[in-house]
T-cell receptor, first 115, second 113 residues
Framework: DAGVIQSPRHEVTEMGQEVTLRCKPISGHDYLFWYRQTMMRGLELLIYFNNNVPIDDSGMPEDRFSAKMPNASFSTLKIQPSEPRDSAVYFC?????????????FGEGSRLTVL | AQSVTQLDSHVSVSEGTPVLLRCNYSSSYSPSLFWYVQHPNKGLQLLLKYTSAATLVKGINGFEAEFKKSETSFHLTKPSAHMSDAAEYFCVVSEAAGNKLTFGGGTRVLVKP
């Protein structure tokens, strides 16, 4: 398996623009997670899905952030409008329901810079 | 509530010498504990996990960790550091339901030749 695939790997945009990050989980995995990593706050869970259904979005910073999972093989994280404080590395991770809870498989991340 | 404290933000070792990364946790439940490694510009990769079986856990690349309930610790060790071990390491605790992980602040390891 190719692992969790994220795109784009790098995104530079201007404040106010819409940003869409994409994730393809490992085939057969039932859980999908979006994390954000910054120097100041470390790794934060934004939202996670089980069988394409959002289960907990309490980590989503504000209404400018939204996430969808239209099918088992694709998820998006959208920021509209973007702000400089959204600059971070965004990771997608997936897990098999039969796997050990906490054993996540991470993508290589999408590094977002908002100018 | 659960929390994780990694006692060192940076550790510097010479190649071939032992590595010790310290982690203390607090949890209201019997915890599951993990160590992840992140190489530069890469995602996190699971090194090893503790899930209430043996207290000494062996992971990949020669790493191991010991769960000590009395000390609420889960320190990571490796007897002989390799240059490829230069990375950031995260200690992680999982709540009872398992889907919300709490990450420590990370320990950046530098390996000197």
């Amino acid at each position: 398996d190719a692992g969790v695939i994220q795109s784009p790997r790098h995104e530079v945009t201007e404040m106010g623009q819409e940003v869409t990050l994409r994730c393809k989980p490992i085939s057969g995995h039932d859980y999908l997670f979006w994390y954000r990593q910054t120097m100041m706050r470390g790794l934060e869970l934004l939202i996670y899905f089980n069988n394409n259904v959002p289960i907990d979005d309490s980590g989503m910073p504000e209404d400018r952030f939204s996430a969808k999972m239209p099918n088992a093989s694709f998820s998006t994280l959208k920021i509209q409008p973007s702000e400089p404080r959204d600059s971070a590395v965004y990771f997608c991770a997936s897990r098999d329901r039969g796997g050990v809870t906490g054993e996540l498989f991470f993508g290589e991340g999408s590094r977002l810079t908002v100018l | 509530a659960q929390s994780v404290t990694q006692l060192d933000s940076h550790v510097s070792v010479s190649e071939g010498t032992p590595v010790l990364l310290r982690c203390n946790y607090s949890s209201s439940y019997s915890p599951s504990l993990f160590w992840y490694v992140q190489h530069p510009n890469k995602g996190l990769q699971l090194l090893l996990k503790y899930t209430s079986a043996a207290t000494l856990v062996k992971g990949i690349n020669g790493f191991e960790a010991e769960f000590k309930k009395s000390e609420t610790s889960f320190h990571l060790t490796k007897p002989s550091a390799h240059m490829s071990d230069a990375a950031e390491y995260f200690c992680v605790v999982s709540e009872a339901a398992g889907n919300k992980l709490t990450f420590g602040g990370g320990t950046r390891v530098l390996v000197k030749p």
